[in-house]
């Protein structure tokens, strides 16, 4: 046997790890290709709550995997959609994990005007599947608005286009939300300036917009595609405030377009859609004055000519009197008579029932009577004497059942049992207000831990100014004067010169710093 043996076969070649050869095929892949644009049509769309996308793109033959990274996914213009055919920009890299190689998407663009179109027809099939267009959901706009709010771009010909028509027409209070009307801001810059219109609070310091003017100049579609985006649409759709839209010219059309409560062809005819003409108005008024006048003056001639006509076919007050007159002599005729006749008759009654009043009559009467008083009194004796032995009678059996020592005997029963309830009252009643002072004492001991003292003993303050409670070092900043509140008392500072040390005072509301 040699000292040093041939090598076999085969056990020359050199030995790596896994690692060393994912990262070999990495660098050969990255240097090889590097930047690449890809055209394809997007699968499989993937968006984790990490916010990166991924995605697959594909042809008739073969798939490719991709990855757009978070930063990268909020700046898109076009955000992917599964089914769109698009051109992606990036670098091609491996994935060790996985032993796969991918795509790190940096741009994705739509493949050209036809691939728009077709994302904006399923767009627009979507949102209208879903209601949105629905002509009933259409708000009427205000006739003559108070604040109008203008979202466009605050440096272009829109913006001044607007302002010249409602001066001309009728000025108007203009609160205008600068917005970018063109790239990747427009989308969400839009969505958030509708949205921001929407939570103003009216009657607020600044006031809350009664119409919506959403305005862009004309431009080709990839000018016009941020009014296209989804979310712009639903915030129009969700606006409680009514808008109009005034993108482009009169043959462009977005999506904002079908979900507005008004579509103006130019930002021009937005401003006239608005506010009406004043001195067409006022015209108008004058002349409703005129036929309100010349209508109340017709009614009331119509009226008089009414009246004194049915004046005409009314008797006269002497003609209605004459019936009642005559009945009334006659009646006043047949008075005295009536008053005579009646006086003898009640004399001939008079005398009849005199006539029966003699006083042998009267006295035959009282004799009767008296006779059958004495046989009633001779009969009443009797009947007490028997009446009160009965009474007597009924008292005796009465008393035999009242006996002293039964009554003495139910009496303290009842009185022990009533002591003993009363002692259970006042045991009950001893628990309870127990029971209530440890739940008042609990509450207390909560109340102190979660009100705001507790948190000034570990080192926090309270600031007011003017007796209100600053939250924002720009308040601070702006206050002539301030009071701070630590736990042991409050210290002014401003206002007069020197600072003053107050005792405790009982809990406020306000906010800790």
């Known amino acids: 046997m040699d000292l040093i043996d041939a090598p076999e076969d085969g056990l020359n070649s050199p030995e790596f790890t896994v690692t060393e050869l994912s990262g070999a ?41 991709g990855v757009i990274w978070k930063g990268v996914a909020a700046r898109l213009q076009t955000q992917p959609e599964e089914g769109m055919e698009v051109v992606a920009t990036g670098r091609v ?83 205008i939300w600068p917005v970018a009307v063109q790239g990747e801001k427009c989308a969400p810059e839009v969505t958030r300036a509708i949205e921001g219109f929407n939570a103003m609070t009216p009657g607020g310091a600044l006031p809350r917009p009664d119409l919506l003017i959403v305005a862009r100049g004309g431009g080709s579609v990839e000018d016009l595609w ?106 006043s005729a047949r008075l005295g008579p009536a008053l005579i006749a009646g006086v003898q008759k009640r004399k001939v009654r008079l005398a009849d029932m005199s006539g029966s009043l003699r006083p ?53 029963r009842k009185t022990k049992d009533f002591a003993a309830i009363a002692q259970r009252l006042s045991d009950v009643g001893q628990r309870n207000i127990a029971i209530w002072r440890g739940q008042v004492d609990a509450m207390e001991r909560l109340r102190r831990t979660l009100g705001y003292e507790a948190t000034l003993e570990r080192g926090f303050a309270v600031v007011r100014s003017d007796g209100a409670v600053v939250t924002d070092s720009k308040t601070a900043k702006a206050a002539t004067s301030l009071e701070i509140q630590f736990a042991d008392g409050r210290v002014s500072l401003g206002g007069k010169p020197g600072a003053r040390k107050e005792a405790r005072k009982p809990p406020e509301q306000g906010s800790l710093f």
């Open 25 to 65: 095929i990495k660098r050969v892949i990255e240097g090889e290709f590097g930047h690449v644009r890809i055209k394809g049509e997007i699968g499989r769309v993937s968006r984790p709550r990490s916010g990166h996308i991924y995605l697959d793109l594909k042809d008739d033959r073969a798939v490719i995997s």
């Open 93 to 175: 890299t491996t994935f060790g994990g996985q032993s796969k190689y991918q795509i790190v998407i940096e741009d994705i663009k739509p493949a050209g005007m036809g691939a728009l179109m077709a994302l904006l027809e399923k767009r627009k099939k979507m949102l209208e599947a879903e209601g949105l267009f629905d002509p009933a959901r259409k708000r009427p706009l205000p006739y003559l608005p108070e604040v109008i709010g203008v979202v466009t771009s605050p440096s272009g010909a829109v913006i001044r286009d607007i302002l010249h028509r409602l001066r001309d027409r009728f000025p108007r209070k203009v609160l």
């Open 360 to 412: 042998a009559t009267l006295r035959r009467s009282l004799t009767v009577e008296e006779r059958r008083l004495r046989e009633i009194s001779a009969r009443l004796a009797p009947a007490l004497s028997r009446s009160v032995s009965a009474k007597q009678e009924q008292l005796t059996a009465c008393a035999r059942r009242f006996r002293p020592a039964a009554l003495a005997q139910d009496h303290a």
């Open 226 to 331: 941020g009014f296209n985006e989804e979310s712009v649409a639903r915030a129009a759709a969700a606006s409680d405030i009514p808008l109009i839209s005034a993108v482009g010219h009169e043959t462009d059309t977005t999506l904002i377009d079908y979900v507005s409560d008004k579509r103006a062809p130019t930002p021009t005819a937005a401003a006239e859609l608005a506010v009406p003409v004043r001195h067409e108005l006022m015209a108008w008024l004058d002349g409703q004055d005129a036929r309100m006048r010349q209508a109340l003056s017709q009614g009331l001639t119509r009226r008089g000519q009414r009246l004194r006509d049915v004046a005409r076919a009314l008797p006269r007050a002497e003609t209605l009197l004459d019936t009642p007159r005559q009945r009334l002599d006659m009646v």
